[in-house]
């Protein structure tokens, strides 16, 4: 068959990989993909955004599986208007997406189904969020109610901390619209997990677990951003923490959504912490995790498109997993996730089948930054520490006069 990705980022790199090794799948494209993943997919110039073009490309080229994956176009109603045109599509549709859309919509149907999350208050005036901080303390969370990029959360330690973020959100627009609202969270304690599932309707087929760290900088320091790392499996947890975050958190978020009238077909991504008192949500996302899916997806063993396909069909499948380790080492652009410089040359990068490139171009043969997360170097090893070890010695060949990362990507579970 035929297959699309929609997309130009690492995540989309990885479902490129993944589809390229699939017996089912003739050819790969991606609209509008990049430079770097052109080993493993046909890249097209349609932005993800131009809904039209993608429908009459995916015609023309007798498209038999799209998958989409960025935030913004699921938002935009692409997968209903892949289906309005009876093409098959992996990825909710618009009402679905909003799981991730709005913050505060997740809140609500995390309450009505009791899905176990922290307590939220959400305001759109700052005075009021202001007087709710004050009177909560911190340490508090704050976050950007729609799409910020990952970089809409402040975990704020301190109440001026809080309040400077209240600030950047509703009075300075930081965040544009995705920060009209804002929601005031519950300070959750214990350790983070990313859970992904193939959901279709009631249908939940869970993926291995992964760990991203979010932190610009080493030890969990400095900015949020999009992730700058992640690993898969996480020993930390057992496969029965596991089993209980699918069967508390995914399984009635799937149910939710449709008795809520908006069944949900795609990935549901379910960022937990895992606390005392067992898996707490987070944040919901409507698609693969980005890094997440750079560490995932090497370790599934079964064809991608079939079982996305399966899924499709109303059958469960039963996905096939290595029980190897893999680790990923994002390498960003200095200054990021705040302002940076782009088109400077990347003249070295490693050679390796897990490296996958988003925030960049080719320019005369070399490489240039284009964006704040320039690519993902991942390895898989039979453990963990070998995996870890292995990323890290081949990132000394990559050339980071314009570039950085973090050197401790695992370690919580390599202690």
């Not at 990313?194 to 080493?218: C, I, T, W």
């Not at 469960?316 to 652009?333: F, I, M, N, T």
Request: charged letters at 25%; a negative charge.
């Amino acid at each position: 068959m035929n297959v699309l990705v929609v997309g130009a980022g690492g995540r989309e790199h990885a479902l490129a990989y993944a589809f390229a090794k699939s017996a089912s799948v003739d050819r790969v494209y991606a609209a509008p993909g990049n430079d770097g993943m052109v080993n493993y997919a046909e890249c097209v110039n349609i932005a993800e955004t131009d809904q039209e073009s993608l429908v009459a490309f995916a015609k023309e080229k007798a498209v038999e599986l799209t998958v989409i994956g960025p935030e913004a176009p699921l938002l935009q109603g692409l997968a209903d208007r892949f289906e309005q045109e009876g093409l098959r599509v992996f990825g909710p549709g618009e009402k679905a997406a909003m799981i991730e859309g709005s913050k505060s919509y997740a809140k609500e149907i995390m309450e009505r189904y009791h899905i176990p999350t922290g307590a939220y208050a959400s305001f759109s005036a700052y005075e009021e969020a202001e007087a709710y901080v004050r009177r909560q303390g911190a340490p508090i969370v704050i976050k950007a109610d729609g799409l910020a990029a990952g970089k809409g959360v402040t975990v704020a330690m301190t109440e001026a901390e809080a309040l400077q973020a209240l600030e950047e959100v509703l009075k300075d627009h930081k965040f544009g619209k995705a920060g009209a609202e804002v929601v005031i969270e519950e300070f959750l304690e214990g350790e983070e997990l990313s859970l992904m599932a193939f959901v279709h309707g009631e249908m939940v087929v869970p993926m291995v677990a992964a760990q991203d760290h979010k932190r610009a900088y080493n030890n969990d320091e400095g900015p949020n951003t999009g992730g700058m790392g992640a690993y898969s499996p996480v020993p930390q947890f057992t496969q029965k923490d596991i089993d209980e975050a699918v069967e508390k958190v995914l399984q009635p978020a799937a149910s939710g959504l449709v008795q809520e009238g908006a069944p949900f077909t795609g990935v549901l991504y379910a960022g937990l912490m895992m606390t005392s008192a067992g898996p707490k949500v987070i944040e919901f996302n409507a698609r693969f995790g980005d890094p997440e899916a750079q560490v995932v997806l090497p370790r599934l063993e079964s064809d991608l498109a079939e079982l996305l396909t399966a899924l499709l069909d109303g059958e469960k499948p039963e996905p096939v997993w290595s029980e190897e380790a893999v680790l990923g080492v994002v390498a960003a652009s200095k200054g990021y996730p705040g302002s940076y410089e782009k088109n400077l040359p990347i003249a070295r990068v490693p050679e390796s089948p897990l490296l996958f490139f988003a925030g960049v171009e080719k320019k005369d043969d070399v490489y240039v930054n284009s964006g704040g997360r320039v690519l993902l170097l991942s390895e898989k090893a039979a453990t963990l520490g070998e995996a870890k070890k292995q990323v890290y010695e081949k990132m000394k060949e990559l050339d980071t006069n314009n570039l950085f990362y973090r050197t401790d990507i695992g370690f919580r579970a390599l202690q």
